[in-house]
């Protein structure tokens, strides 16, 4: 077999690779020898911004399969058929970690799916949990800020943590959640994914619900414990990565089965709390899973930079018959995830082959950097024109929306039910949760809490437990008791 040349990236083939030419053996370098420059300077460019959030992840791609008509509820082609398959690329993640944490940190797993239908990608951007830290994007920044860095010490801060989650009470269903083992998850292969967001289904009639999507994982649910999270860590912070790449590799595929809930507008109307706010979920007995499909991992990208690096999601790449919600944090993402895209890989980064749409593509952008794709050749750029074929296919109109009040204002409150901050948490904790995850849960909040500090100390700590007490009693208890906190019989501090 015929060796390949070694050439430069505009093909130009070269012999010294590892000598920069030199006057004598001991003299200067010469400026012209180009090779060492292109070396360097490509060097100097090989890593891209990091993803502020989602920064750590592992991908691979995959086949979805449609199980069960839904076609009640949307008119996606991806769904007109029981049968249907697309291939699909997974991304999981940390949400807070930085490009070099380890795998095992307590932190939500990021849970991005990109599917390549023939009415475009979609992309599902969600997380191994089914509710979120805020409900307004208002609040995003301020809140990655406390998970990263203090700005005086570079040091991950404790204080920084509980004081912003104790100023917004609405964060303790995602506090809860990762204060239990599932904030530990032993890899990828072994959690749940969920939208997180409501979103919406039109059918053909033009007739619209409310949907929630669930990703099963067929492999089971496993945990680490504190313990063994922590161990895992200095054994090896890429656990999660090997072990997908690993059981792919063995052709131990994982797979998740796809489930949604539904509701109905008028259920909507009349559910006890805000069914956009992502802060909630929907009572399964009330708003049962329903089938829909499967899908299996079983190809790693042969270059994870290429692949898993690149790869861009964006919550507002939907397709026909799967739309929005009010849900005030997804319409926040809707604008923030593809300028983040931009800003990441470039305002062409849907040329990129992991994030290119496999089916035909044709509008009128143009230029910007790095435009691989022909940048529309001869093709007039602007539109209507009187040249080229392309036109509005009507049939992909959405129908109108219907609003329900006509006030723009900065709502701080709204329902009765939206400001419930405590009830499903206390379901979470007294009902889902048995004997071992309470104590564990427990645990691993009095661990963090250690790590308050400062002035502010007393002030930051009573007030979280103050919520934890609205919560549930015995959780506010155990917290207090750990923290060495005497409380008597109302609930008083001493």
């Not at 380890?102 to 991005?112: H, K, L, M, N």
């Amino acid at each position: 077999m015929e060796k390949k040349k070694l050439t430069t990236a505009s093909g130009i083939p070269y012999t010294q690779n590892e000598n920069s030419l030199s006057v004598g053996a001991r003299g200067p370098l010469l400026l012209q020898d180009f090779i060492l420059h292109e070396k360097m300077a490509h060097f100097n460019r090989e890593r891209i911004p990091e993803r502020v959030v989602h920064a750590k992840g592992a991908g691979a791609f995959g086949r979805f399969t449609v199980t069960n008509d839904i076609t009640k509820y949307t008119k996606a082609k991806l769904f007109s058929e029981v049968g249907n398959t697309c291939k699909l690329f997974a991304r999981f993640s940390q949400v807070g970690g930085e490009k070099g944490s380890a795998d095992t940190e307590r932190d939500p797993r990021g849970f991005a799916l990109k599917f390549y239908t023939e009415d475009g990608n979609w992309d599902l951007v969600g997380n191994n949990t089914p509710v979120f830290f805020i409900k307004d994007p208002k609040k995003f920044s301020d809140f990655i800020h406390t998970q990263k860095r203090d700005p005086k010490t570079n040091l991950k801060s404790p204080t920084m943590m509980w004081d912003f989650w104790s100023l917004n009470p609405e964060s303790l269903h995602q506090v809860m959640i990762l204060m239990s083992d599932r904030g530990t998850p032993f890899s990828y292969r072994f959690m749940h994914g969920f939208g997180s967001h409501t979103f919406s289904m039109i059918n053909d009639a033009d007739e619209k619900v409310w949907v929630k999507f669930h990703f099963i994982t067929q492999q089971g649910i496993k945990n680490f414990n504190a313990k063994e999270a922590n161990e895992m860590r200095g054994i090896d912070p890429d656990h999660a990565q090997r072990d997908l790449v690993e059981a792919i590799a063995n052709k131990e595929f994982p797979n998740w089965e796809m489930k949604i809930q539904v509701m109905t507008t008028i259920q909507a109307k009349i559910f006890p709390f805000n069914p956009f706010d992502v802060t909630k979920v929907w009572p399964h007995g009330d708003f049962p899973l329903i089938d829909v499909g499967t899908f299996v991992l079983d190809e790693i990208p042969r270059n994870y930079f290429a692949d898993v690096e690149q790869a861009a999601f964006a919550p507002a790449h939907v397709v026909d018959g799967i739309s929005y919600s009010p849900d005030k944090l997804l319409q926040g993402r809707l604008l923030s995830y593809p300028d983040a895209q931009r800003y990441r890989l470039g305002v062409n980064y849907e040329q990129i082959p992991v994030n290119k749409c496999p089916y035909m593509v044709a509008n009128y952008e143009r230029d910007g950097s790095m435009s691989v794709n022909g940048n529309g050749e001869d093709n007039v750029n602007y539109f209507p024109n009187s040249f080229d074929d392309i036109a509005v296919d009507t049939s992909y109109k959405e129908s109108s929306m219907q609003l329900d009040d006509t006030i723009a204002d900065w709502y701080d409150r709204n329902g009765e039910g939206d400001n419930d901050h405590y009830t499903q948490p206390g379901i979470l904790f007294a009902k889902t949760m048995n004997d071992e995850e309470r104590k564990n849960t427990a645990s691993n909040i009095v661990e963090s809490m250690k790590g308050i500090s400062g002035d502010k100390k007393n002030e930051i700590i009573n007030r979280q437990l103050c919520h934890f007490f609205r919560v549930n009693v015995d959780l506010g208890t155990a917290v207090a008791h750990g923290l060495g906190i005497e409380i008597d019989q109302n609930g008083m501090q001493h």
